[in-house]
């Protein structure tokens, strides 16, 4: 008999509203026509297609839609913060749309100084690039065998999600994650944050 512990949870809620999705949609494709300095990151850094990461941080007020999905994301890393029996109530730190091009990436990373990241998927085609996260373990399984290919999903080193519209994903920022190379040609679009 065994027991499981030290579990990774990965929180998962739909956000299907089709006349949200849309205004986001706007402001996302709005924000990356504007914003010359963000896209001048992009170029400079190599980021395929459009990310305000670098470059806005208050788009809350800058648009009442995103003012709207932050309200909406709080209460949904509240929630979270309950199944993971934290004594506190998690605030907003940053939030950011990207735009990602056919093809486009984000390599493996995790987000320092934050408690919870998450995405909300706007639009996702057919073929848009899947996030994949790592067993936080792996660095320290050494002589490990390889799992089997059928291994239950709690057992594998890597769990990759195909992200679809209006779904939201919530994590532990210490979480190590990556956005794989899609085959779509359309854009991916999406609004990530970070919870403090």
Known sequence: ???TLFVTPLYEAEIAEPALLDALAHAIRSLAEDDGAGRR?????GYKGYTSYASLNDLPRRDPVIADLARRLTRHAVSFARELAWPIKPKLDSLWVNLLKGGG?????IHPHSILSGTLYVEVPEGGGAIRFEDPRLPMMMAAPTRSPDAPEPLRPFVTVQPRPGQLLLWESWLRHEVLPGTARAERLSISFNFA
């Open 105 to 109: 990436h984000h390599s493996a990373h």
């Open 41 to 45: 990151w992009c170029r400079e850094h």
């Open 1 to 3: 008999m065994s027991r």
